[in-house]
């Protein structure tokens, strides 16, 4: 396991990014299997450089606005990354995102590492509500959900602009007392 790894699981280590990280990163944002879901377009060397930044001040959920950035290791390869963001800090809701490289799918390691980021923040950081939004044709992340034990509240049909075209969302969560029920 990684020594600075603010979670781990018996297979990952989830821990803030670090400058390091980036050629990894870029590797698995610049694919366009994974790019086509995300907000972003794919990324470069240059635009990755701008989104670790921003990911390298994501250490924490202690604060109203608080986000924690973490990447996924396996044996010591970045193989994907969780974060978790307070949406509602008075509602104690965060919100979740995941990316994963497609070529470490299959596995059980997504779900592996955000349970374990879910855990964190309902245990932790005493959350209430948990939700994840994402583009509704990417059907491993609805399955990942699923999988969590979240449930899909939403399915909003054409309501973004994703490039060049309009896309559905679906929206899953899950509270707490799901967590101590399962």
């Known amino acids: 396991m990684t020594p600075d790894a603010l979670l781990t699981t018996a297979r ?11 050629e990894r990163l870029v ?3 610049s694919r366009p299997d994974v790019a086509r879901f995300l907000l972003e377009e794919p990324w470069t060397p240059e635009s990755g450089a701008a989104h670790l930044e921003r990911r390298l001040g994501r250490t924490g959920l202690d604060e109203p606005d608080g986000a ?6 396996r044996e010591g390869t970045v193989i994907g990354s969780v974060s978790v ?19 470490h799918g299959g596995l059980g390691y997504a779900t592996e590492a ?13 959350a209430h509500r948990a939700v994840a939004q994402m583009d509704a044709r990417n059907d491993a992340s609805a399955r990942l959900a699923q999988r969590l034990g979240m449930r899909q509240e939403a399915h ?8 060049g ?13 799901d967590r101590a029920a399962s």
């Open 12 to 22: 990952l280590s989830l821990r803030l990014h670090r400058e390091g990280d980036l």
């Open 27 to 29: 590797a698995v944002y």
């Open 68 to 73: 924690l950035a973490l990447v996924v290791e």
């Open 85 to 103: 963001w307070r949406t509602d800090q008075e509602r104690r809701t965060v919100e979740l995102g995941w990316t994963f490289d497609p070529d």
């Open 114 to 126: 955000v349970t374990a980021a879910l855990q964190h923040a309902f245990e932790r950081h005493d």
């Open 156 to 163: 909003f049909r054409r309501d973004f602009w994703s490039k």
């Open 165 to 177: 075209e309009w896309t559905d969302t679906l929206v899953f969560a899950m509270l707490a007392s």
